[in-house]
């Protein structure tokens, strides 16, 4: 009976869900870094790239690069935010190897933009092909420094330290806990991914950690307050933040369901068991004794050219309303004007987005074909794509050029081929691109048969080699029909129009 | 004694010079900057018992003296500092010169760049001879608590004080205060005609006044810090030492201005070629502030102040009582967020990417911890734990918070004084002649900080421009000086009063001892502080 009333009590409380809120930090694409000239490159010789501020020499002092400050902001006004007129820098300290000077310059009390919203979608629906749309408000964005990186060599007992990424521009945003699960965090990360690479404001490479996800994880029930949450790292890619994220919102349900508590901690994901693992962690304990940086006076972006102070010179400032005009087509807008100019499926707008240069493939191929965007939205998605993926190619590496596929779909538009043929037809391109269509279509001899008289000839020649079915046909199963058609395409190697040859066959038969 | 003055002496003579003297001297070929540069490097020499210096840079020092002649020989010298001595704080970086901040953990340290205002100085043909000696990191009033012991005042070794002296030179000598010390005995014993201190609560004021030599202190942000090693980014400036006002204002003109690598730099205003020759001090008023008649100001002190104050009131210049009243908080919020800075400062000396580093590598914590251990001195590593613990999250509110608050106000204070129409402030600058070194000693490095900085630092709270002029000898025969404060920007209009002011107060020219008598002296120091040091 208690155990009854017990499972009546639990089953009468709302399900538990879990909460989500997410750390990034975002590389900014910069020439040099933040507070030094050093260049920014990924994968340069160690410690080839450490001016003497980044090294911490004593006696140098940090010199904003006001690109790192107008990429934050271009950010910003693409996230919606209210972008700070005076933003101030503040000290961070900790000790660690790849920090040289002991802490980290970034913006704790008031950051460059605050107050923002992130809107993304994801897909539900049995076929995934639902589209819900949902937001995330941004908290902030704050200008950083990067660190260093570390290498501990354990068997020499030794830990490298390699400065190049050191004071490298870095925006941190903080997402507020309103996301559910671990696809909705990866819609979002993906949606930030387009944005910042439409705004050119950062790489967003996930593998190459440009862009550097954490997730704050919780669970609770729906009305009650916010249960403990655990901060997960260590998540190099979207695929693994959505895993990451699900696999520690089920941990945390279980903890919580054997009556167990879930510890205030830092985990980091295990890409190769999918698990989180508690981190050797001392940050609980840390006080990183804040303190304004004293060598930055205090950060001023202006509005319009005409509120930038006398004495100032406009060009050596970061101002509002010229950025503003600067700001790209982002990601949705994109999405909605193909949906409306090209009356594709919004799935499908998606996809042309999500994909680096596919939308300017697509849009190149339907300028230069007559056949309806519909039509080639197909071709891209399903040859182009296909073979793209399973390749492993990007779209600038495709071997076949937006002109060549819009001349095959329109030899295939036009009847000079068909449609199967053309399918057939890109394949061949495909491995001979020095070839042109016309090349590949005469070379194999693929042109339509359009003589009357000689698909006369083949389709008598089937009719009279298959009796049995013309007699089943004339019985009236009309369905028999499709299997003399297929043979026609046999004989000719698809080079017949359906439509035609159907006609002629019926004539035959009747 | 019979040994002849050393002022009397033909090198003497001509190191004893102003910068403007012997600036002419070199262009009228009266001497040559090689020449001048090997009396200045033998004068180090000669006073090396005070200690002065931690590197002496001689043979660079040669080349650029020798390029200098080549220009002035072909009637093409830079400018007013073309072939002139000078020496630098080691607390300045020196692109091939070490750069040790008096401390182990930058022993031997190299830096590969020059502080903007030391390229400034090389650029126009300046000479450096030496990096001057300093309390550890510039963190002292006494220059006594730096690696390479403490810097004795040139005018304890005058006649003047050795004949009042019962004791040995080697026990009984004065302090040159601190922590710019050792550019103030340079400047003072002759051995440069220029030096660069720095300045975060009075380290380049306090020895000044002490060893007699002018000492400015710019408005915060005229002078770059680009190079400079930090103690308080906020108060830090570079300051000047000459031996003249009018030295000062010349270098003044060529240190000032924007440095792109220095974001806290300002656009200097506009100054003239020198100072006015004829200037109207009846056109001034001259603030008094009551709060400066502090405890312990001694009575040679007072007697100066009221003997500059009624000069200028006598040559017809108002001058009129003012209030501070928030300056006597200025000493205890300095210690905070002094304290606070220096934690912040000093996290970069890791013992990674260099200085100092301890064998002990068990872990990166213990190398840390045992690196910072060693290679700081206990006024150092003290600063760094009470600043740390003012920064912790549940302290900053009560400490860090206040103190800028009680900076502000303290700012406010100064700020409505000159808006009362106030040109300028006097004030002393220290409370006394130097002391004793062994009096000095009886008490802590914070003490004493908080003793003798009383007067000079609520400037650098608020960023404003002081120098110091010496006015007379007190009956120890030791300096007494007087500070003048200014406005933001004004230092030139500081500088002007500050000339005025030198030209009535006639203060004597430095006698080293005996010549003969000086020699003895330097080897028995020397015999004595290897004995010490072994």
């Not at chain 1, 709302?14 to 989500?20: A, C, H, S, T």
């Not at chain 1, 420094?145 to 330290?161: N, P, V």
């Not at chain 1, 950062?202 to 862009?211: K, P, S, T």
Request: hydrophobic share 40%; aromatic share 6%; with cysteine.
């Amino acid at each position: 009976i208690y155990l009854f009333i017990a499972w009546a009590l639990l089953s009468s409380l709302p399900q538990m869900v879990g909460v989500v809120g997410l750390e990034v930090h975002a590389q900014i694409q910069s020439t040099s870094k933040l507070f030094s000239g050093s260049h920014v490159r990924f994968l340069a010789p160690p410690n080839s790239l450490v001016s003497h501020f980044d090294a911490s020499l004593p006696g140098t002092l940090p010199v904003l690069n006001r690109r790192c400050v107008e990429a934050a902001v271009l950010t910003g006004l693409a996230l919606n935010c209210t972008i700070n007129r005076k933003s101030l820098f503040d000290r961070k300290h900790y000790f660690y190897a790849d920090m040289p000077a002991g802490y980290q310059i970034t913006q704790q009390r008031v950051p460059i933009a605050v107050n923002g919203m992130l809107v993304y979608s994801h897909f539900e629906g049995r076929r995934r092909n639902q589209v819900v749309t949902k937001s995330v408000k941004i908290k902030q964005i704050q200008l950083e420094q990067d660190s260093g990186k570390s290498l501990h060599d354990d068997e020499q007992s030794q830990t490298l330290i390699d400065l190049n990424r050191a004071g490298v521009g870095l925006m941190e945003l903080v997402m507020e806990p309103e996301m559910c699960c671990g696809e909705e965090a990866a819609a979002a990360v993906r949606e930030l991914q387009l944005i910042l690479q439409a705004l050119g404001t950062c790489q967003a490479n996930m593998a190459e950690g440009q862009l550097r996800v954490d997730a704050n994880v919780s669970v609770h029930r729906p009305g009650e307050p916010l249960g403990v949450r655990t901060e997960v790292k260590n998540i190099n890619s979207v695929r693994h933040l959505a895993k990451a994220i699900d696999y520690e919102i089920q941990r945390q349900m279980e903890v919580l369901q054997s009556a167990g508590k879930v510890l205030n901690e830092t985990r980091a994901f295990d890409s190769k068991s999918g698990n989180t693992i508690p981190m050797r962690d001392k940050e609980g304990l840390q006080d990183y004794r804040f303190m304004p940086e004293p060598n930055l006076p205090p950060l001023f972006v202006y509005k319009s050219e005409a509120s930038v102070p006398a004495g100032v010179d406009p060009a050596q400032v970061v101002v509002i309303d010229r950025l503003s005009a600067q700001l790209p087509e982002l990601p949705s807008v994109k999405r909605t004007r193909l949906v409306e100019t090209y009356g594709i499926l919004q799935e499908h707008s998606f996809t042309l987005v999500n994909e680096d240069g596919l939308m300017d493939y697509f849009e190149n191929v339907v300028q230069t074909t007559k056949a309806e965007p519909r039509k080639v939205i197909g071709w891209v998605i399903k040859e182009l794509m296909g073979n793209l993926n399973s390749q492993n190619l990007k779209v600038s590496q495709s071997p076949i050029s937006p002109c060549a596929l819009a001349e095959l779909i329109n030899l295939a538009e036009s009847g000079h081929i068909s449609s199967s043929t053309a399918k057939q037809v890109f394949q061949e391109m495909w491995k001979a691109p020095e070839k042109t269509v016309g090349q590949i279509v005469k070379e194999q001899d693929l042109w339509m048969i359009n003589d009357k008289e000689e698909l006369q000839k083949i389709c008598r020649r089937i009719v009279d080699s298959h009796p049995e079915e013309v007699q089943i046909i004339r019985r009236g199963n009309k369905k028999v029909l499709n299997k003399l058609m297929g043979e026609v395409q046999r004989e000719t190697k698809g080079r017949t129009d359906p439509v035609q040859v159907r006609a002629i066959l019926e004539k035959m038969v009747s | 004694m019979s040994a002849p003055s050393a002022a009397f002496r033909p090198a003497a003579a001509m190191l004893s010079l102003s910068i403007r003297e012997v600036s002419q001297a070199l262009r009228d070929g009266r001497v040559s900057a090689t020449e001048l540069c090997r009396k200045c490097i033998d004068q180090i020499q000669r006073t090396h018992y005070l200690n002065a210096f931690i590197t002496i840079t001689g043979e660079t020092a040669m080349e650029q003296a020798q390029r200098a002649d080549n220009r002035i020989r072909t009637g093409k010298p830079l400018g007013p500092l073309d072939g002139i001595p000078f020496s630098v704080k080691d607390n300045f970086c020196t692109e091939n010169i070490k750069t040790t901040c008096a401390s182990k953990m930058l022993k031997g340290y190299v830096p590969p760049f020059s502080a903007t205002v030391v390229q400034k100085l090389l650029d126009q043909g300046a000479v450096l001879v030496g990096k001057t000696n300093l309390d550890e990191f510039a963190m002292g009033a006494g220059s006594t608590d730096g690696v390479f012991g403490p810097i004795r005042n040139p005018w304890s070794y005058t006649t003047l004080y050795r004949e009042q002296s019962t004791e040995d030179p080697d026990s009984d000598w004065a302090i040159s205060g601190g922590s710019s010390g050792g550019s103030a005995a340079a400047v003072a014993a002759l051995s440069s005609f220029l030096a660069l201190g720095s300045d975060t609560g009075g380290s380049t004021r306090n020895p000044g006044s002490l060893c007699g030599v002018v000492a400015l202190k710019p408005t915060y942000g005229l002078l770059s810090r680009h190079g400079l090693i930090p103690l308080v980014n906020s108060m830090d400036v570079p300051g000047i030492m000459t031996r003249s006002v009018h030295d000062a204002a010349t270098v003044l003109r060529i240190l000032q201005g924007r440095d792109e690598r220095d974001s806290t730099t300002v656009q200097a205003p506009s100054t003239p070629p020198s100072l006015p020759e004829h200037f109207d001090i009846r056109d001034i008023c001259v603030g008094i502030p009551k709060e400066y008649h502090a405890p312990g100001l001694s009575t040679d002190t007072l007697a100066q102040w009221s003997r500059v104050a009624a000069m200028f009131e006598q040559a017809g210049a108002r001058v009129q009582e003012v209030s501070l009243p928030h300056t006597q908080h200025s000493i205890v919020c300095y210690h905070v967020l002094c304290c606070c800075e220096v934690a912040s400062n000093m996290a970069r000396f890791d013992g990674l990417e260099y200085g100092h580093r301890s064998t002990i590598d068990s872990s990166t914590d213990a190398m840390y911890a045992t690196t910072r251990h060693e290679g700081f001195n206990n006024v150092v590593r003290r600063r760094i734990l009470s600043g740390n613990y003012f920064l912790l999250k549940s302290n900053y509110e009560r400490y860090f918070v206040k103190a800028q608050q009680m900076r502000r106000l303290i700012t406010e204070d100064l700020k409505n004084v000159f808006r009362s129409g106030i040109d300028v402030l006097l004030t002393p600058t220290t409370l006394s002649d130097a002391a004793r070194y062994t009096d000095f000693i009886q008490e802590d490095n914070r003490t004493r900080s908080a003793q003798e900085d009383v007067f000079t630092q609520p400037v650098n709270m608020a960023g404003l421009p002081a120098v110091t002029v010496p006015t007379a000898l007190s009956r120890r025969g030791l300096p007494i000086s007087l500070q003048l404060i200014g406005q933001t920007l004004q230092d030139w209009k500081l500088l002007t009063v500050a000339h005025w002011m030198e030209q009535q107060v006639n203060f004597p020219m430095i006698h080293l001892h005996g010549d003969s008598d000086e020699r003895k002296l330097d080897r028995l120091v020397r015999e004595r502080t290897h004995t010490i040091g072994s």
